[in-house]
T-cell receptor, first 115, second 113 residues
Framework: KAGVTQTPRYLIKTRGQQVTLSCSPI?????VSWYQQTPGQGLQFLFE???????NKGNFPGRFSGRQFSNSRSEMNVSTLELGDSALYLC??????????????FGEGSRLTVL | AQSVTQLGSHVSVSEGALVLLRCNYS??????LFWYVQYPNQGLQLLLK??????LVKGINGFEAEFKKSETSFHLTKPSAHMSDAAEYFC???????????FGTGTRLTIIP
């Protein structure tokens, strides 16, 4: 069974550009969450999608957005990139909402560098 | 609001020695608690979790953790460290009905040969 797949794994952008990251969850998983990991702030929750609807959102500016498609694949977009957006962006999937195992399966992440 | 505190950003132990990584949480309702491990350039892997029931939880790779409500702790232990245990470890908390995980700042474990 394939795990969570994130693309691209590495990318370099310049300030002011925008970026789109993709996440394919484990087959059958319907919930997708995104986290930002930086040395200074650690792991921060961005948002969670289920059935193509954003169900939960963290404390990030509106430049950070996402969506989920009918096949549960998800994308996140960051517009007008800032140096501080340099981070590892992790996607995680779980079987369903309200299933109280809380087990998230993480991808290997997309490492974004903003110059 | 829920929060997690991991005491010690860096821990070093000798190979074969006891591993103890500390985690304290704050939650207004009974929490679900997790330990994840992250190897370099990889995502997070679940080590173990506590939801309900037995407070001593066993996980993968010989790790275990005990939920102590009175101490609001969920410390991670392993009797004998192995070189392959070198990684960063994250404690996380989640409340029922909320899919969001709140992570601690992580503890980097180094194993001394």
């Amino acid at each position: 069974k394939a795990g969570v797949t994130q693309t691209p794994r590495y990318l370099i952008k310049t300030r002011g550009q925008q970026v789109t990251l993709s996440c394919s969850p484990i087959s059958g998983h319907r919930s997708v969450s995104w986290y930002q990991q930086t040395p200074g702030q650690g792991l921060q929750f961005l948002f969670e999608y289920f059935s193509e609807t954003q169900r939960n959102k963290g404390n990030f500016p509106g430049r950070f957005s996402g969506r989920q498609f009918s096949n549960s694949r998800s994308e996140m977009n960051v517009s007008t990139l800032e140096l501080g957006d340099s981070a590892l962006y992790l996607c995680a999937s779980s079987l369903a909402r309200g299933v109280n195992t809380g087990e998230l399966f993480f991808g290997e992440g997309s490492r974004l560098t903003v110059l | 609001a829920q929060s997690v505190t991991q005491l010690g950003s860096h821990v070093s132990v000798s190979e074969g020695a006891l591993v103890l990584l500390r985690c304290n949480y704050s939650s207004s309702v009974p929490p679900y608690l997790f330990w994840y491990v992250q190897y370099p350039n990889q995502g997070l892997q679940l080590l173990l979790k506590y939801t309900t029931g037995a407070t001593l939880v066993k996980g993968i790779n010989g790790f275990e953790a005990e939920f102590k409500k009175s101490e609001t702790s969920f410390h991670l232990t392993k009797p004998s460290a192995h070189m392959s245990d070198a990684a960063e470890y994250f404690c996380a908390v989640r409340n029922f009905g909320n899919e969001k995980l709140t992570f601690g700042t992580g503890t980097r474990l180094t194993i001394i040969p």
